[in-house]
């Protein structure tokens, strides 16, 4: 069985700080290990992914997630933070369960940019 | 880019109506998903379909809810007789599927609000 946990539901940083969302995940396989951010009123919009090779992975907006299998964890980072990335992200693990593609979403994190 | 599209963004029903959801997943991926999101909550799986059926539900659901593909486009959710608590973002989401770890793609949802 998957799950994902993210550590703080909100988090507060000032325009050009460093942007770090927590993310760890249980998989009984192999994971896939995705970042979605949603804007308000809109859907989820991918950021992310990680499937297999480089454990460093570059996203869209400036942001990477580093995959660390010893700590099951997939953080996702940004070196300066904009005020247009206030957002709400999702951090999802997917595996295959009988045939189709499993989607666990934690329960995301609010992320707050101050001028 | 292809994208999934949902009708209607927002939809109001009185508590006991049935309620059909609708979605026009991207046109070559296999994979279909209803994800909801209660206000300000997490993102909960309800149904996966493939293939003309269903692949996998949730605990959320049950003989209230079902899900079709009455064409080789749409992908509708039908809710039967909306509670109180149906009111949530409906989002549809779709896979190709053809390559492992690939990343759902979300429409824009569905606002649904039962008075």
């Known amino acids: 069985a998957q799950s994902v946990t993210q550590l ?26 995705f970042w979605y951010v949603q804007y308000p009123n809109q859907g989820l919009q991918l950021l992310l992914k990680y499937t297999t090779g480089a454990t460093l992975v570059k ?7 580093e995959f660390k299998k010893s700590e099951t964890s997939f953080h ?17 693990v997917s595996a295959r369960n009988s045939g189709t593609y499993k989607y666990i979403f934690g329960t995301g994190t609010r992320l707050k940019v101050l001028a | 880019e292809p994208e999934v599209t949902q009708t209607p963004s927002h939809q109001v029903t ?6 059909i959801l609708r979605c026009v997943p991207i046109s070559n ?18 149904v996966s379909f493939y293939n003309n059926e269903i ?8 003989d209230q809810f079902s899900v079709e593909r009455p064409d080789g486009s749409n992908f509708t959710l039908k809710i039967r007789s909306t509670k109180l608590e149906d009111s949530a973002m409906y989002f549809c989401a ?19 609000t039962v008075t």
């Open chain 1, 8 to 33: 703080g539901s909100h988090v507060s940083v000032s325009e050009g700080a460093l942007v770090l969302l927590r993310c760890n995940y249980s998989s009984s396989v192999p994971p896939y290990l």
């Open chain 1, 59 to 65: 996203g869209i907006n400036g942001f990477e997630a």
């Open chain 1, 76 to 92: 996702l980072t940004k070196p300066s933070a904009h005020m247009s990335d206030a957002a709400e992200y999702f951090c999802a």
């Open chain 2, 14 to 19: 009185q508590m006991g109506q049935e309620v």
């Open chain 2, 29 to 46: 991926h296999l994979y279909f998903y209803w994800y909801r999101q209660i206000l300000g909550q997490k993102v909960e799986f309800l």
């Open chain 2, 55 to 62: 692949s996998e539900k949730s605990e959320i659901f049950d």
């Open chain 2, 94 to 112: 779709s896979n190709p599927g053809l390559v492992a770890g690939s990343p759902l793609h979300f429409g824009n949802g569905t606002r649904l």
